[in-house]
Every structure is written in structure tokens, then in C-alpha cells.
């Protein structure tokens, strides 16, 4: 995979083509499509962003990861990718506790 510069926000752009590219022309393959959706649930609460119990964050997976990088998005694309090591080795486990 080449996206050009080293960057979570052009990362994210390349995936987003890939997912339509897969939904026009109706590739489906759950390995190559993890669900974002809880993805980004799953990084709010490993970074605490739980109050009262419900998860209080909309800013998406990769806003998360870049303000936790401090706005640094090449190291925010290394961070990613062991934040989603860890997401697929545990599972949605995390989530359970909380209303999504």
C-alpha cells in the first residue's frame, strides 16, 4: 500500500476509497473490512473518553489518535496501526459495559 506522505489523515482518505471501491463494486471480505464503526468506539474508551459509563467522544478514530499524538500525524499512523493490532486481537471486549 502506498499513500504518498506518512500521514493518519491520508490514511484514513485511502480507506475510505477502498470501502467504496468494495461497496461499488460489491468486494466483501471481512478481513479487508474491519468495522470501523466499533473501531472508533474501541479507541475512545482505550483512551477514557467514558463519561458517566456512556462513550463521550464523536471525533472518530483518527481525530482521536492525532490529539493523543499531539498533532504529530506520522507518528499518529504507528499508533494506529498497533492500536489496531490490539483492536483486532482483542475484539470488541472493551465495548461490552457501554451503550453504543
Same mark, same amino acid.
Given at each position: 500500500?502506498?499513500?504518498?506522505?506518512?500521514?493518519?489523515s491520508?490514511?484514513?482518505?485511502?480507506?475510505?476509497?477502498?470501502?467504496?471501491?468494495?461497496?461499488?463494486?460489491?468486494?466483501?471480505?471481512e478481513?479487508?473490512?474491519?468495522?470501523?464503526?466499533?473501531?472508533?468506539?474501541?479507541?475512545?474508551v482505550?483512551?477514557g473518553?467514558? =463519561? /458517566?459509563?456512556?462513550?463521550?467522544?464523536?471525533?472518530?478514530?483518527k481525530?482521536?489518535? @492525532?490529539e493523543?499524538? #499531539?498533532?504529530? &500525524?506520522?507518528?499518529? =499512523? /504507528?499508533?494506529?496501526?498497533?492500536l489496531y493490532?490490539?483492536?483486532?486481537?482483542e475484539? @470488541?471486549?472493551?465495548? #461490552?459495559?457501554? &451503550?453504543?
Amino acid at each position: 500500500m502506498y499513500i504518498g506522505e506518512k500521514k493518519l489523515s491520508i490514511l484514513q482518505g485511502f480507506l475510505h476509497g477502498f470501502y467504496y471501491a468494495s461497496s461499488v463494486y460489491n468486494v466483501h471480505d471481512e478481513l479487508a473490512e474491519p468495522d470501523f464503526g466499533r473501531f472508533h468506539d474501541w479507541v475512545a474508551v482505550y483512551y477514557g473518553r467514558v =463519561v /458517566d459509563g456512556r462513550i463521550n467522544s464523536v471525533a472518530g478514530w483518527k481525530n482521536i489518535i @492525532i490529539e493523543e499524538c #499531539k498533532g504529530q &500525524e506520522e507518528l499518529a =499512523v /504507528d499508533v494506529f496501526f498497533e492500536l489496531y493490532d490490539k483492536f483486532r486481537s482483542e475484539g @470488541i471486549g472493551n465495548l #461490552k459495559q457501554f &451503550e453504543i
